[in-house]
């Protein structure tokens, strides 16, 4: 399958690094607990009261005024307000603003696999999604939602409706331009994606060598993020000597470390045991209370009843079920 951190391949972003010093020293106070073990994993993390943020944004280049060979260099996202990093936010949930542009909109998309012409991969799907939501994608294996992930990603194309992300149409997005989309979505998967020959130091400071960032700046940014996660005592083990619990949070810290606006996770906890997936689900959930939207495919029925997020529920490809605070609802034996 095809390298889906490919936030990876561009110039830097702005450093910050004068908010990371403040922030390493908030995160120095407030150090985030080791969520490994069931027992802490379940249990609620006491988290600061802060005012919500201003939901990250992000834009696309436009399709229409790039030279055919020297694209004109990428404008820096705004710089964040809110960094990951930053203390966590509030229990209370703030309402998403929805008077805006969404930063996900399907307008009756369906998807058809060459090598599958006979069926519809999805069918006839529309959906917005609002900066700041987080939204579950659930349903039976083969319903479609990698497949919806993989077309916000463009790593697919509709083949008939549009998918707009960022406001570009991704159906008419160049090649060329896929990168800078790309780059501004963190992606966790399931099976983690790690590369073993690298430490967790390594494989987090990569995602951010290969976008040009300087050296000084990675070696800022990796250590915090990885406290974030809670992993700041394993920077120097490699992918095989952790748990799956923490190889997943070393995922999530390589997906958030560029500070990206939107999250795309697709049944990230689908290898991990419940208590663990608890631990990574109430990670990202922190990681959207700083303002980050996050899209998430799963089939843990447990979490989703328990998380009361947006729910989005395909079956063979059709939206069957899109509903506010929803649950998992019932789909038989999955
Ligand atoms: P889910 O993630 O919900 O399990 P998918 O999006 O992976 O569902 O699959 C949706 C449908 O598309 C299924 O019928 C699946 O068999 C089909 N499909 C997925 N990937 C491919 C592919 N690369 N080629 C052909 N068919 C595919
Ligand atoms: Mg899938």
Do not use: W
Not at 199 to 204: A, I, K, L, P
Not at 276 to 284: P, Q, R, T, V
Not at 302 to 322: T, Y
């Amino acid at each position: 399958m095809a390298n889906h951190f490919r936030i990876v391949e561009s110039e830097g972003l702005t450093d910050g690094e004068e908010q990371l010093e403040a922030i390493a020293e908030d995160v120095a106070a407030e150090p985030l607990p080791d969520l490994e073990t069931p027992a802490e994993a379940s249990g609620l993390i006491e988290l600061p009261t802060i005012e919500q943020p201003a939901s990250p944004s992000f834009t696309v280049p436009s399709v229409t005024d790039e030279p055919a060979v020297a694209p004109e260099p990428e404008p820096e996202l705004p710089p964040m307000v809110d960094p990951l990093y930053a203390p966590l936010a509030a229990e209370e949930e703030q309402p998403i603003d929805r008077s805006g542009n969404p930063t996900i909109s399907f307008r009756n998309v369906s998807l058809i696999y060459p090598s599958r012409p006979d069926k519809k991969a999805l069918d006839d799907v529309s959906l917005d999604i609002y900066p700041g939501e987080f939204v579950f994608v659930v349903g039976h294996s083969g319903s479609g939602k990698s497949s919806l992930l993989r077309l916000i990603t463009r790593e697919l194309k509709a083949t008939s409706g549009q998918v707009i992300v960022a406001g570009q149409d991704l159906t008419k997005l160049r090649n060329g331009k896929v990168p800078y989309l790309r780059r501004q979505i963190g992606c966790v998967f399931q099976d983690f994606k790690l590369l073993p020959d690298k430490t967790v130091y390594e494989n987090v400071a990569f995602a951010l060598e290969c976008i040009g960032k300087r050296r000084a700046v990675i070696r800022g940014q990796v250590p915090e993020v990885l406290r974030l996660v809670g992993l700041a005592d394993a920077m120097d083990k490699y992918p095989d000597q952790l748990s799956g619990g923490e190889q997943q949070r070393v995922s999530v810290a390589r997906a958030m470390v560029n500070r990206p606006p939107l999250l795309v996770c697709d049944e990230p906890t689908g290898n991990l045991d419940p208590a663990i997936s608890l631990g990574i689900m109430k990670l990202l959930d922190r990681i959207n209370r700083t303002g980050t939207t996050v899209v998430m495919a799963t089939h843990d029925r447990e979490m989703v009843d328990s998380m009361r997020k947006r729910v989005i529920a395909l079956e063979a490809g059709h939206m069957v079920r899109d509903q506010e605070r929803g649950g998992y609802g019932f789909y038989g034996a999955l």
